[in-house]
């Protein structure tokens, strides 16, 4: 004897749980499977932007589908607020790229312009440095300018985990805490999840499983390789508003906090590295000089989900119907269309046209040449 | 609320707490002359204005933070008294001191 469901997530990090923040709006009985102890560490690690610009450079559909998220997360911070009580702090006022050389700036809005040929709607511009100070004082000598992008934003990623927890919760949501997942066994009419603690049935399942999602989708026939992407993020102690605007390495929390990243290391560890910690902390002084006298609270590292070109995974089984698999390195910004847009579909059974450019046959020329 | 023991025999050093001057001892933290000066509290939090004084006072909590020589947020529990510093306790957020020209 099972639990039966109608659709079982596996993986109750930001990604897990913004689908099934959408699907359990939608009525199906549900049940969240989350991985065991210190899981969910790109949820916990990560910086909390919610970045539309650059994003998608080779992959329109990337950059379509981020800058639809943006623009349906003030639903979402909405519903949360609604549905829990809770602020995730969510500001979109814009964000900024800083560029720190002549040849970066020309390079930046080379990018931004190859975009915008491609079809980017993205609200891009590309700021000189005074321009840019008078949307951000203080900044280094050394900023020549950088783009700004007024579908950017940041919010408070732990208070997003937690208060997509409680939204689950309320509604009734099954949660199957501390759980790895063994083996997926398709069945006549749906599948069976089995974990050290019992199985689960389900009638559709969604591998939103983050790193472990390599291991689970050739279960349902699927090649997901994902590989850790390491980033060090170092946390500041409180101030007085310094940054109006998040940058995409630099912002200022809603409590004063001022949190300098980002790393994109290709490693799979998460031990704390101080020559990385001092480039990053040496970068965020050049581009703001005030954050020299700020003191280090803590610093910690963390693992980004990347597929092998960067852009998200969302694929249905080729021969088991109802069961799918989504990765991608964006949960925060991604969860509003993880959301709304993502989990309609998967408990209709059939992922959107618009997500056809992200399955997994564009992996198999990356298989071959390994 | 705190007092020093009656055989504490180290010499005097002057500082300025909040602009005032205040004698304090050879090997006081700046967190200890702040409570012998009489004061449980050196900060208001920057989120909810809530009083903190030193609660742990090994370097832990982060509660004992005030502007030391125009540093702020410096732990007061870990840094020692030196002659003529400026002790500064805080309200709110501090805002970091735009560097001077020329770093």
Same mark, same amino acid.
């Given at each position: 004897?099972?639990?039966?469901?109608?659709?079982?997530?596996?993986?109750?990090?930001?990604?897990?749980?913004?689908?099934?923040?959408?699907?359990?709006?939608?009525?199906?009985?549900?049940? =969240?499977?989350?991985?065991?102890?210190?899981?969910?560490?790109?949820?916990?690690?990560?910086?909390?932007?919610?970045?539309?610009?650059?994003?998608?450079?080779?992959?329109?559909?990337?950059?379509?589908?981020?800058?639809?998220?943006?623009?349906? $997360?003030?639903?979402?911070?909405?519903?949360?607020?609604?549905?829990?009580?809770? #602020?995730?702090?969510?500001?979109?006022?814009?964000?900024?790229?800083?560029? *720190?050389?002549?040849?970066?700036?020309?390079?930046? +809005?080379?990018?931004?312009?190859?975009?915008?040929?491609?079809?980017?709607?993205?609200?891009?511009?590309?700021?000189?440095?005074?321009?840019?100070?008078?949307?951000?004082?203080?900044?280094?000598?050394?900023?020549?300018?950088?783009?700004?992008?007024?579908?950017? &934003?940041?919010?408070?990623? *732990?208070?997003?985990?937690?208060?997509?927890?409680?939204?689950? /919760?309320?509604?009734?949501?099954?949660?199957?805490?501390?759980?790895?997942?063994?083996?997926?066994?398709?069945?006549?009419? &749906?599948?069976? =999840?089995? @974990?050290?603690?019992?199985?689960?049935?389900?009638?559709?399942?969604?591998?939103?499983?983050?790193?472990?999602?390599?291991?689970?989708?050739?279960?349902?026939?699927?090649?997901?390789?994902?590989?850790?992407?390491?980033?060090?993020?170092?946390?500041?102690?409180?101030?007085?508003?310094?940054?109006?605007?998040?940058?995409?390495?630099?912002?200022?929390?809603?409590?004063?906090?001022?949190?300098?990243?980002?790393? $994109?290391?290709?490693?799979? #560890? #998460? +031990?704390?590295?101080?020559?990385?910690?001092?480039?990053?902390?040496?970068?965020?002084?050049?581009?703001?000089?005030?954050?020299?006298?700020?003191?280090? =609270?803590?610093? $910690? +590292?963390?693992?980004?989900?990347? @597929?092998?070109?960067?852009?998200? =995974?969302?694929?249905?089984?080729?021969?088991?119907?109802?069961?799918?698999?989504?990765?991608?390195?964006?949960?925060?910004?991604?969860?509003?269309?993880?959301?709304?847009?993502?989990?309609?579909?998967?408990?209709?059974?059939?992922?959107?046209?618009?997500? /056809?450019?992200?399955? @997994?046959?564009?992996?198999?020329?990356?298989?071959?040449?390994? | 609320?705190?007092?020093?023991?009656?055989?504490?025999?180290?010499?005097?050093?002057?500082?300025?707490?909040? !602009?005032?001057?205040?004698?304090?001892?050879?090997?006081?933290?700046?967190?200890?002359?702040?409570?012998?000066? !009489?004061?449980?509290?050196?900060?208001?939090?920057?989120?909810? !204005?809530?009083?903190?004084?030193?609660? %742990?006072?090994? !370097?832990? %909590?982060?509660?004992?933070?005030?502007?030391?020589?125009?540093?702020?947020?410096?732990?007061? %529990?870990?840094?020692?008294?030196?002659?003529?510093?400026?002790?500064?306790?805080?309200?709110?957020?501090?805002?970091?001191?735009?560097?001077?020209?020329?770093?």
């Amino acid at each position: 004897m099972s639990d039966r469901y109608d659709v079982a997530v596996v993986g109750g990090g930001l990604v897990g749980a913004s689908i099934a923040f959408g699907l359990r709006a939608l009525g199906p009985r549900l049940v =969240v499977i989350d991985g065991a102890g210190a899981a969910r560490p790109a949820s916990r690690a990560n910086f909390g932007l919610v970045w539309v610009q650059g994003k998608g450079e080779d992959a329109p559909a990337y950059a379509a589908w981020t800058l639809a998220a943006a623009r349906a $997360w003030p639903r979402l911070a909405a519903e949360l607020r609604q549905a829990t009580g809770q #602020d995730v702090a969510m500001r979109q006022a814009g964000g900024v790229h800083v560029c *720190l050389s002549r040849e970066a700036f020309d390079a930046r +809005a080379a990018l931004v312009e190859r975009m915008r040929a491609r079809g980017d709607e993205a609200r891009v511009e590309m700021l000189d440095r005074e321009a840019l100070l008078a949307r951000v004082p203080g900044l280094g000598a050394d900023v020549v300018g950088g783009s700004f992008c007024a579908d950017d &934003g940041d919010c408070n990623p *732990l208070r997003l985990l937690r208060a997509l927890d409680a939204a689950l /919760a309320a509604a009734g949501v099954a949660r199957r805490g501390s759980t790895r997942v063994e083996a997926i066994e398709p069945m006549a009419d &749906g599948f069976r =999840v089995v @974990t050290a603690s019992g199985a689960i049935e389900a009638v559709r399942v969604v591998l939103a499983a983050g790193l472990d999602t390599a291991r689970l989708a050739p279960m349902i026939d699927l090649d997901v390789p994902v590989r850790a992407n390491k980033g060090h993020v170092i946390a500041l102690g409180r101030v007085a508003p310094l940054l109006p605007l998040p940058l995409s390495t630099l912002r200022q929390t809603d409590e004063g906090a001022v949190l300098v990243g980002d790393s $994109w290391e290709d490693r799979a #560890d #998460d +031990a704390v590295d101080s020559a990385v910690l001092g480039a990053i902390a040496r970068r965020a002084i050049r581009i703001v000089p005030a954050l020299a006298a700020a003191r280090v =609270v803590r610093a $910690w +590292a963390g693992s980004r989900v990347l @597929t092998p070109d960067g852009v998200p =995974v969302y694929a249905a089984s080729p021969v088991h119907p109802g069961a799918f698999a989504v990765a991608c390195h964006s949960g925060v910004t991604l969860a509003a269309v993880h959301a709304f847009t993502l989990a309609p579909a998967l408990l209709e059974g059939q992922l959107p046209a618009t997500l /056809a450019p992200f399955g @997994t046959a564009r992996f198999a020329n990356v298989r071959a040449a390994a | 609320m705190y007092a020093r023991l009656p055989d504490a025999r180290s010499e005097t050093i002057a500082v300025a707490i909040d !602009g005032e001057p205040f004698e304090a001892r050879a090997g006081d933290t700046v967190a200890a002359a702040l409570l012998a000066s !009489g004061r449980a509290a050196m900060r208001s939090t920057p989120v909810s !204005g809530a009083p903190r004084g030193p609660f %742990c006072m090994m !370097g832990v %909590c982060y509660d004992c933070l005030v502007t030391i020589d125009d540093a702020p947020n410096q732990q007061a %529990c870990l840094v020692l008294v030196a002659p003529g510093m400026r002790i500064r306790t805080q309200s709110g957020p501090v805002a970091l001191a735009p560097p001077a020209e020329g770093v």
